[in-house]
């Protein structure tokens, strides 16, 4: 069993900086493949970003270049770098986490299906 708990959102103006933390426990954490998904209002939720154990990463073409996903293995931790943020950013973000296979599966690492294991998410604002 995997329990998370995801920190660092809140309200920033466009252009500004955010960086999301995500603290696991459940000894298999550290071996799976980990993700970021964001959910706007009247849409669907949607994947960020995903990291393997060996720190391979997956990138939204929307978030790729501004967004930078990582991991702290002795900590048990998550992290998600979020520059130049945009107002279209806005959303709730949730930490998900697989629970089988240490690599995110190749062409479906961004649905929400992969993934047992949420967190109950954290909000941000981008204001323009």
């Known amino acids: 069993q995997v329990q998370l708990v995801e920190s660092g959102g809140g309200s920033v103006q466009s252009g500004g900086s955010l960086r999301l933390s995500c603290a696991a426990s459940g000894s298999t954490y550290s071996s799976k493949c980990m993700g970021w998904f964001r959910q706007a209002p009247g849409k669907e939720r949607e994947g960020v970003a995903a990291?393997?154990?060996?720190?391979?990463?997956n990138y939204a073409g929307s978030v790729k270049d501004r967004f930078t996903i990582s991991q702290d293995s002795a900590k048990n931790k998550l992290y998600l770098q979020m520059n130049s943020l945009k107002p279209e950013t806005t959303a709730m973000y949730y930490c998900?986490?697989?629970?089988?296979?240490?690599?995110?599966?190749?062409?479906?690492?961004?649905?929400?299906?992969?993934?047992?294991?949420w967190g109950q998410g954290t909000q941000v604002t981008v204001s323009s």
């Open positions: 998900a986490a697989r629970s089988v296979g240490s690599l995110c599966p190749r062409l479906s690492w961004d649905k929400e299906y992969e993934y047992t294991y």
């Open positions: 990291i393997d154990r060996y720190g391979n990463t």
